[in-house]
Nanobody, 123 residues
Framework: HVQLVESGGGSVQAGGSLRLACTVE?????????MAWFRQTPGNEREAVAA????????FYSYPVRGRFTISLDSDKKTLYLEMTNLKPEDTAMYYC????????????????WGQGTQVTVS
């Protein structure tokens, strides 16, 4: 059973930066996966933020974060990152790491493994 463990959330002022990390545990490699970051606010659907294809490191971004967030994957360390810059109050959410294969990168059902989430608050 794959475990995903997020870290790096916190509180920051608008315009600031944060880096989230997600470590893959109990899995020998990540090369067969696509990994992603989603976010969710109370009462709303979990939405895709960014994804990366482990085989060729092709990245995908949702429109609200394009140009501000950067997703990356260190396969040797089995760690996924999300570098967030120029943060806005509307980026406030619980951020979740996910891994999966197949489907569309932005669809929640494309991912079978989820972390517990890390809170990001921008004021």
């Amino acid at each position: 059973h794959v475990q995903l463990v997020e870290s790096g959330g916190g509180s920051v002022q608008a315009g600031g930066s944060l880096r989230l990390a997600c470590t893959v545990e109990d899995e020998p490699q990540v090369s067969t996966y696509r990994m992603a970051w989603f976010r969710q606010t109370p009462g709303n659907e979990r939405e895709a933020v960014a994804a990366i294809r482990a085989s060729d490191l092709k990245a995908f971004y949702s429109y609200p974060v394009r140009g501000r967030f950067t997703i990356s994957l260190d396969s040797d360390k089995k760690t996924l990152y999300l570098e967030m810059t120029n943060l806005k109050p509307e980026d406030t959410a619980m951020y979740y790491c996910a891994s999966g294969a197949g489907g569309s990168w932005h669809q929640r059902q494309s991912y079978s493994n989820w972390g517990q989430g890390t809170q990001v608050t921008v004021s």
